[in-house]
């Protein structure tokens, strides 16, 4: 299999913080030196979420401002994806960095259970990030946490709610929410692909100990792979990941299992038809 795999490294989220690992990188030079780190190991998408100083999450569009003018200098043509996720504000408070125009931002289309609470996506803020995505030229990443997220995406497509074909990532393992099970993957993967053409880009996340299972089907089945301590904080039970960078090279060697030639930016952008930029 020939065709590059991108390599997305979720570097913080809004969950995990230094007591669960001290390596998850929270204030803005932590992240940029981070972020570095992965870029030179073979990642070429991050995928950002920013912190207050107590580690809690927040949208600050002036750290999100701080935190791409890092990434660009110090990790030229990397693609930046800001997350509009629902742990860090509310209502249009979470597409407030949007301005910005990150080359991508993260967009679910719908509401679904989280471990602890439900996770709120209401019709007219999906309506509304996907707009203020539209105006500013952002490539929304679609998280699809459940099958009618990915039906959500082709209507959103079809009304011209999202420019180009949508870049769907499964995220599986999210507790009360869908589990990593295989026939389902097998189902989203082909839902894509009747959905949107057998030639569509497409993403996997998993969770915890199922982001090593996601890697392996998503690079095993042409698709592109999410690693990092958003999502995930050890390498195996016993043992917690050094870094972004060390989950970044795990994942690079699934791609090397599967002759996958890793994605460098630039293969990254034009197989997601962003804008072009120069290292």
């Known amino acids: 299999m020939t065709t590059p795999c991108i390599i997305?490294?979720?570097?913080?989220?809004?969950?995990?913080?230094?007591?669960?690992?001290?390596?998850?990188?929270?204030?803005?030079?932590?992240?940029v030196e981070s972020t570095h780190a992965a870029f030179e190991a073979g990642a070429s998408i991050v995928h950002a979420h920013v912190r207050n100083d107590d580690q809690t999450p927040t949208s600050d569009?002036?750290?999100?401002?701080?935190?791409?003018?890092?990434?660009?200098?110090?990790?030229?043509?990397?693609?930046?994806?800001?997350?509009?996720?629902?742990?860090?504000?509310?209502?249009?408070?979470?597409?407030?960095?949007?301005?910005?125009?990150?080359?991508?931002?993260?967009?679910?289309?719908?509401?679904?259970?989280?471990?602890?609470?439900?996770?709120?996506?209401?019709?007219?803020?999906?309506?509304?990030?996907?707009?203020?995505?539209?105006?500013h030229d952002v490539k929304p990443e679609i998280e699809a946490f459940d099958l009618s997220h990915i039906l959500k995406a082709g209507e959103m497509y079809r009304n011209g709610q999202i420019r180009d074909t949508p870049y769907?990532?499964?995220?599986?393992?999210?507790?009360?929410?869908?589990?990593?099970?295989?026939?389902?993957?097998?189902?989203y993967l082909a839902t894509v692909r009747?959905?949107?053409?057998?030639?569509?880009p497409w993403c996997a996340a998993g969770i915890g100990a199922n982001q090593a299972v996601l890697n392996d089907w998503a690079i095993s089945q042409g698709g592109h792979a999410r690693t990092g301590l958003e999502d995930n904080v050890r390498l195996d039970r016993d043992t917690l990941a050094a870094s972004n960078a060390a989950l970044?090279?795990?994942?690079?060697?699934?791609?090397?299992?599967?002759s996958r030639p890793v994605a460098t930016w630039q293969q990254a952008r034009e197989i997601l038809g962003l804008r072009p930029q120069t290292a």
């Open 8 to 31: 997305c490294v979720a570097i913080t989220g809004s969950v995990p913080t230094k007591a669960d690992n001290p390596a998850v990188p929270t204030t803005i030079s932590e992240q």
């Open 61 to 135: 569009p002036e750290k999100f401002a701080r935190l791409m003018e890092g990434i660009a200098e110090h990790c030229p043509g990397m693609i930046i994806q800001l997350s509009t996720g629902g742990r860090s504000g509310a209502g249009p408070e979470r597409g407030g960095m949007l301005p910005l125009r990150p080359d991508m931002a993260s967009l679910a289309v719908g509401s679904n259970n989280f471990p602890t609470r439900v996770y709120e996506n209401p019709p007219a803020l999906v309506d509304w990030l996907a707009a203020e995505m539209l105006t």
């Open 168 to 187: 769907v990532q499964f995220v599986m393992g999210v507790k009360n929410a869908m589990p990593a099970d295989r026939h389902v993957f097998d189902f």
């Open 194 to 200: 009747r959905l949107f053409g057998p030639d569509a």
């Open 248 to 258: 970044v090279r795990r994942t690079v060697a699934v791609c090397e299992q599967y």
